[in-house]
């Protein structure tokens, strides 16, 4: 009797306390997330190229944010990486485009201090990935490198994004193929 009294008890104690297993799971991220000093890069993706694939040699716009947390602004200096030639960024407040793949330029794109530079989304600026070594699809990823003048330099890898709307799909396979005569027959 004093086992079934107490074994409420026993039970309710499993959830008990103030951070429970699903307190501190994450909510499901696009993109790949990073962090360098005090700097958080966060939703980095290259978006679903129509086809399906990135073709080599092709380009691909870069998608993503950096959120800087601080009271001091930072900048973005360079981005660069193996998987691909150069960067170009057209930068709405600049008056030209900025070519600055293999570090020979400098990018100067101010990540505000308290505030978020957000790239390839609404007024900021658009990075693309020019001149892709290798076709690359959907669950394929470039690795690439973000210099910060005071945070320093992270390498992250980049995921081509899923497409977000229904796709068309081709005739569905049938893997029972067609039976014969005679299994149909019973013989």
Same mark, same amino acid.
């Given at each position: 009797?004093?086992?079934?009294?107490?074994?409420?008890?026993?039970?309710?104690?499993?959830?008990?306390?103030?951070?429970?297993?699903?307190?501190?799971?994450?909510? #499901?991220?696009?993109? /790949?997330? @990073?962090?360098?000093?005090?700097?958080?890069?966060?939703? &980095?993706? +290259?978006?679903? =190229?129509? *086809?399906?694939?990135?073709?080599?040699?092709g380009?691909?716009?870069?998608?993503?944010?950096?959120?800087n947390?601080?009271?001091?602004?930072?900048?973005?200096?360079?981005?660069?990486?193996?998987?691909?030639?150069?960067?170009e960024?057209? #930068?709405?407040?600049? /008056?030209? @485009?900025?070519?600055?793949?293999?570090?020979s330029?400098? &990018?100067? +794109?101010?990540? =505000?201090? *308290?505030?978020?530079?957000?790239?390839?989304?609404?007024?900021?600026p658009?990075?693309?990935?020019?001149?892709?070594?290798?076709?690359?699809?959907?669950?394929?990823?470039?690795?690439?490198?973000?210099?910060?003048?005071?945070?320093?330099?992270?390498?992250?890898?980049?995921?081509?994004?899923?497409?977000?709307?229904?796709?068309?799909?081709?005739?569905?396979?049938?893997?029972? *193929?067609?039976?014969?005569?005679?299994?149909?027959?019973?013989?």
């Amino acid at each position: 009797m004093g086992v079934l009294l107490l074994s409420p008890i026993a039970l309710g104690a499993c959830s008990a306390g103030q951070v429970a297993q699903t307190a501190t799971q994450d909510r #499901d991220k696009i993109g /790949a997330l @990073a962090n360098v000093g005090d700097l958080a890069l966060r939703a &980095l993706e +290259l978006p679903y =190229p129509t *086809g399906g694939v990135y073709p080599s040699g092709g380009d691909a716009r870069l998608l993503g944010a950096v959120a800087n947390p601080t009271p001091t602004e930072d900048t973005l200096v360079s981005i660069e990486g193996e998987d691909f030639e150069d960067v170009e960024v057209v #930068d709405p407040s600049a /008056a030209d @485009a900025v070519a600055a793949g293999g570090g020979s330029g400098s &990018l100067d +794109l101010a990540v =505000p201090a *308290g505030g978020t530079l957000y790239m390839g989304n609404g007024d900021g600026p658009s990075v693309t990935l020019v001149g892709l070594a290798e076709e690359i699809g959907v669950g394929q990823y470039v690795d690439v490198t973000f210099t910060f003048e005071e945070a320093g330099e992270i390498t992250v890898a980049v995921p081509v994004g899923y497409a977000t709307r229904d796709l068309p799909r081709g005739e569905p396979f049938d893997f029972h *193929g067609p039976e014969d005569e005679e299994d149909q027959a019973g013989g």
